[in-house]
């Protein structure tokens, strides 16, 4: 059985961007509704004074994962302009392509990377009929 794979990133809101970031958001999260049929799950979550913003995302296995990650330095580069990087989360296995590049990248901007792999017990719903 595929086990499912949890990934949570943690990014700064760069000073007078919150506006600039809401429209980029708006318009990237109907691009991967639409390019990546396979991730069942995409929020993002703003704080309290929009001086950060995190990214949910989950996938039924490493392997859609993988697929959603395709483009993702294209995509980050554009948002890079209204954020910064302050850490990820994994949960799950990724596949180890992610995760080495993850590992690159965090120790690039110098943020924490917590990985937990190990797989205990739950579900993820993808039909809710």
Do not use: C
């Not at 600039?20 to 509704?33: D, F, K, N, Y």
């Not at 004074?49 to 949910?56: A, D, N, T, V």
């Not at 330095?73 to 180890?96: C, L, N, Q, V």
């Amino acid at each position: 059985m595929s086990e499912p794979v949890v990934f949570i990133s943690h990014f700064a809101v760069k000073e007078g961007a919150l506006g600039e970031l809401e429209r980029m958001s708006a318009g990237a999260v109907e691009q991967i509704r639409e390019a990546k049929p396979r991730t069942v799950l995409f929020l993002s979550y703003l704080d309290e004074e929009g001086g950060r913003i995190s990214f949910l995302h989950a996938f039924p296995d490493a392997d859609a994962m993988d697929e959603h990650f395709a483009g993702a330095d294209e995509r980050a580069a554009a948002a890079y302009e209204f954020i910064e990087p302050r850490g990820w989360e994994f949960y799950g296995k990724p596949s180890e392509q992610v995760m080495e590049g993850m590992r690159a990248t965090a120790e690039r901007f110098g943020v924490p990377l917590v990985v937990e792999p190990e797989f205990n017990a739950g579900f993820l719903r993808l039909d809710s009929a």
